[in-house]
């Protein structure tokens, strides 16, 4: 029971461009969710998160949007560079914190090409 | 730099042999996590500990166990080591635990393959 899905295995952005990486979820008590960035050979990096309180969340380039009533978020990079070039986790928890049992997505693979 | 670090990053062992993965941290975090990822898949929590308190994920099998015998280190051993084991295996640590907002800090993983 995949309770965190990205649909998407892989996204292919040229440069400068917008990526929009969505993920969506079936158990409605999470209610804390995150986006790590992977690099091949390096584990999971933290890249954002959201509390579910709010809808939006901004850090630089990075914006992260929730629709809870959908039971979707997502996530923008923009301009998207071809460093941001990893693959994309999105995860989630319940507690309303970042402590406990993280339960991820599979995964998007995310190509910005120059 | 303050990180997670993860030994060996490849670990080969035998059918039924008994392996122990490592992690150890410098961020002297109390809560310490370790993940299985196989192939294609989302990574998947077996346990944690928050500080010296261990907590079990009700489908992680009997096989794998865990000691963490201070702050710094955290141990994951697998006794008889089954084809179906081979995977990545990834270590992590956050500060607070319940309440805390801190992200999980991740090591960059051991692959173990089993012969």
């Known amino acids: 029971d995949q309770q965190v899905k990205q649909n998407s295995p892989s996204l292919s952005v040229q440069e400068g461009r917008i990526s929009i990486l969505n993920c969506d979820y079936t158990?409605?008590?999470?209610?804390?969710f995150l986006w790590y960035k992977k690099y091949p050979a390096e584990g999971p990096t933290f890249l954002i998160s959201?509390?579910?309180?709010?809808d939006k969340n901004e850090d630089g380039r990075f914006t992260v949007f929730l629709n809870k009533s959908a039971k979707h978020l997502s996530l923008h990079i923009v301009p998207s560079q071809p460093g941001d070039s990893a693959v994309y986790f999105c995860?989630?928890?319940?507690?309303?914190?970042?402590?406990?049992?993280?339960?991820f997505g599979q995964g998007t693979i995310l190509t910005v090409h120059p | 730099d303050a990180m997670v670090i993860q030994n060996p990053r490849y670990q080969v062992t035998q059918f039924g042999k008994p392996v122990t993965l490592s992690c150890s941290q410098t961020?002297?975090?109390?809560?310490m996590y370790w993940y299985q990822q196989k192939s294609s898949q989302a990574p998947k929590l077996l346990f944690h500990?928050?500080?010296?308190?261990?907590?079990n994920e009700a489908d992680t099998p009997d096989n794998f166990q865990s000691r963490r015998p201070n702050t710094s280190f955290c141990f994951l051993d697998i006794r008889s080591p089954g084809l179906g084991d081979a995977a990545m295996y990834l270590c992590?640590?956050?500060?607070?635990?319940?309440?805390?907002?801190?992200?999980?800090?991740f090591g960059d993983g051991t692959r173990l393959s089993i012969l």
């Open positions: 992590a640590t956050s500060s607070g635990g319940p309440g805390s907002n801190q992200p999980q800090h």
């Open positions: 158990n409605s008590m999470f209610d804390y």
């Open positions: 959201i509390s579910s309180i709010k």
């Open positions: 995860a989630a928890l319940t507690g309303g914190t970042s402590y406990g049992k993280l339960t």
């Open positions: 961020l002297n975090h109390n809560v």
């Open positions: 500990y928050y500080d010296k308190d261990f907590n």
